[in-house]
């Protein structure tokens, strides 16, 4: 029997350093545990559909990356619910203990721990009534809480907030988000495209303040959250209170075993960490920078989850990693559907190419294509990807013309 490989933590980054190790050829066997009920799934409906849908038709298995039957073909032994309770690592390997007292020993470890919901720093953030998002237990109580709620306030004007305000909007609840930024999105966007999102959701009927934070929140006389006091003493009524502040990436085992963290993980692209028998990846990780030398850069996307994981998995193998993909994200927001590729942090220039039902922003480094952000416009989305995975650029002067089809403007850098 060949060595060990254990994964802790059982999401899409976790699976995809099983499937990543398995394909490369890994003969031992591959443990992955995870503390949901639940083995892998897909966290991106959860904010979308998965609200947006009536309780009786969904099925959470239905939202599985894998069936049982892929696990035993691929021989991963599967071990939900369970937590990993300390680890004994030494240069070569080392032992598990996990929360019931099982001991698992294993010559490689991998890291995909995810991470966890930042929690709001006001009084009240612990009223009945008052929840994040980042499991499908999660998903299941704000969706339940939709059913009954008629004002909702979601603190927080990124991804996962925009997305469950859609949601909630759509179910007919009055939805107002705030954002302490002078606009939403504003870590990971262009001013334009915040403006295009928020004059699309305004439309809707979702209220927008934003440079202000929630200073605390109120119960009502059912002890149940009531209203959100804003720092300015507006008080905004609240059945139902959404916290989407961002996220933390979970590095407490990381850190008992000595690993690099910064913020996140310290890994290379490919999942490297400073430790020779400890690769990671997912939501846990930092990497790189790839356009400001010196810098780290976390991302929080399927995508890198997936390119990552498989990656680290074939590390552990002992095998190349190859090389790693575009960076890509998407959003779906109502009637909208974000479309990112590339990383634009870090640009020096943009091009703004809207009509009155799309938007593109192109962003340039030095001149050259680094990343493209759409909404509704697919075939911008897909030729700047395509430009993007090739090792080329898009003409920064003739992109500005919306007329101009922008795969005809690929050129070599």
Same mark, same amino acid.
Not at 245 to 267: K, M, S, W, Y
Not at 391 to 404: H, K, N, S
């Given at each position: 029997?060949?060595?060990?490989?254990?994964?802790? &933590?059982? $999401?899409?980054? @976790? *699976?995809?350093? /099983?499937?990543? !190790?398995?394909?490369? +050829?890994?003969?031992?066997? %591959?443990?992955?545990?995870?503390?949901?009920?639940?083995?892998?799934?897909?966290?991106?409906?959860?904010?979308?559909?998965?609200?947006?849908?009536?309780?009786?038709?969904?099925?959470?298995?239905?939202?599985?990356?894998?069936?049982?039957?892929?696990?035993?073909?691929?021989?991963?032994?599967?071990?939900?619910?369970?937590?990993?309770?300390?680890?004994?690592?030494?240069?070569?390997?080392?032992?598990?203990?996990?929360?019931?007292?099982?001991?698992?020993?294993?010559?490689?470890?991998?890291?995909?721990?995810?991470?966890?919901?930042?929690?709001?720093?006001?009084?009240?953030?612990?009223?009945?009534?008052?929840?994040?998002?980042?499991?499908?237990?999660?998903?299941?109580?704000?969706?339940?809480?939709?059913?009954?709620?008629?004002?909702?306030?979601?603190? &927080?004007? $990124?991804?996962? @907030? *925009?997305?469950? /305000?859609?949601? !909630?909007?759509?179910? +007919?609840?009055?939805?107002? %988000?705030?954002?302490?930024?002078?606009?939403?999105?504003?870590?990971?966007?262009?001013?334009?495209?915040?403006?295009?999102?928020?004059?699309?959701?305004?439309?809707?009927?979702?209220?927008?303040?934003?440079?202000?934070?929630?200073?605390?929140?109120?119960?009502?006389?059912?002890?149940?959250?009531?209203?959100?006091?804003?720092?300015?003493?507006?008080?905004?009524?609240?059945?139902?209170?959404?916290?989407?502040?961002?996220?933390?990436?979970?590095?407490?085992?990381?850190?008992?075993?000595?690993?690099?963290?910064?913020?996140?993980?310290?890994?290379?692209?490919?999942?490297?960490?400073?430790?020779?028998?400890?690769?990671?990846?997912?939501?846990?990780?930092?990497?790189?920078?790839?356009?400001?030398?010196?810098?780290?850069?976390?991302?929080?996307?399927?995508?890198?989850?997936?390119?990552?994981?498989?990656? /680290?998995?074939?590390?552990?193998?002992?095998?190349?990693?190859?090389?790693?993909?575009?960076?890509?994200?998407?959003?779906?927001?109502?009637?909208?559907?974000?479309?990112?590729?590339?990383?634009?942090?870090?640009?020096?220039?943009?091009?703004?190419?809207?009509?009155?039902?799309?938007?593109?922003?192109?962003?340039?480094?030095?001149?050259?294509?680094?990343?493209?952000?759409?909404?509704?416009?697919?075939?911008?989305?897909?030729?700047?990807?395509?430009?993007?995975?090739?090792?080329?650029?898009?003409?920064?002067?003739?992109?500005?013309?919306?007329?101009?089809?922008?795969?005809?403007?690929?050129?070599?850098?």
């Amino acid at each position: 029997m060949g060595e060990t490989l254990l994964i802790v &933590g059982a $999401g899409e980054a @976790g *699976l995809n350093i /099983a499937i990543g !190790a398995r394909e490369a +050829g890994h003969t031992g066997p %591959v443990i992955l545990v995870g503390g949901e009920s639940l083995g892998p799934y897909q966290r991106p409906p959860l904010s979308k559909e998965y609200l947006a849908a009536d309780g009786d038709d969904l099925d959470p298995v239905e939202l599985e990356l894998r069936a049982a039957e892929f696990y035993a073909d691929h021989d991963i032994a599967l071990r939900p619910g369970r937590r990993v309770h300390k680890v004994d690592l030494a240069e070569t390997g080392g032992t598990a203990v996990l929360d019931d007292g099982t001991e698992i020993g294993f010559a490689r470890l991998a890291l995909a721990t995810g991470s966890v919901p930042r929690a709001l720093p006001a009084p009240g953030a612990d009223l009945p009534g008052v929840l994040s998002l980042r499991t499908i237990d999660d998903a299941a109580a704000i969706r339940a809480e939709l059913d009954r709620a008629g004002h909702v306030v979601v603190i &927080g004007g $990124g991804f996962v @907030g *925009l997305e469950v /305000a859609t949601a !909630a909007a759509k179910r +007919g609840a009055a939805v107002t %988000v705030v954002e302490a930024a002078d606009r939403i999105l504003a870590r990971v966007v262009a001013a334009p495209l915040s403006d295009f999102v928020t004059e699309r959701h305004e439309a809707q009927g979702i209220r927008f303040r934003l440079g202000t934070t929630v200073a605390g929140l109120r119960a009502n006389d059912a002890g149940r959250v009531g209203a959100a006091v804003l720092a300015d003493g507006t008080e905004l009524p609240a059945d139902l209170v959404v916290v989407g502040i961002g996220a933390v990436p979970t590095v407490d085992l990381a850190r008992d075993l000595g690993l690099r963290c910064e913020g996140g993980i310290v890994t290379d692209e490919h999942g490297r960490t400073d430790h020779p028998a400890v690769v990671a990846a997912g939501d846990c990780t930092v990497q790189p920078h790839p356009h400001l030398a010196g810098r780290l850069l976390g991302l929080e996307s399927v995508n890198n989850a997936a390119e990552q994981g498989r990656a /680290a998995g074939r590390i552990a193998a002992g095998t190349d990693p190859g090389p790693r993909g575009v960076p890509w994200f998407w959003s779906n927001q109502g009637d909208l559907r974000i479309q990112i590729v590339g990383v634009s942090d870090g640009h020096d220039d943009l091009v703004v190419r809207r009509s009155e039902d799309r938007i593109t922003v192109l962003y340039y480094r030095d001149g050259v294509l680094i990343a493209a952000d759409t909404v509704d416009n697919p075939r911008d989305h897909n030729a700047a990807k395509r430009a993007l995975a090739n090792g080329q650029t898009i003409d920064r002067e003739a992109a500005a013309d919306i007329e101009v089809p922008l795969k005809s403007l690929v050129r070599p850098v």
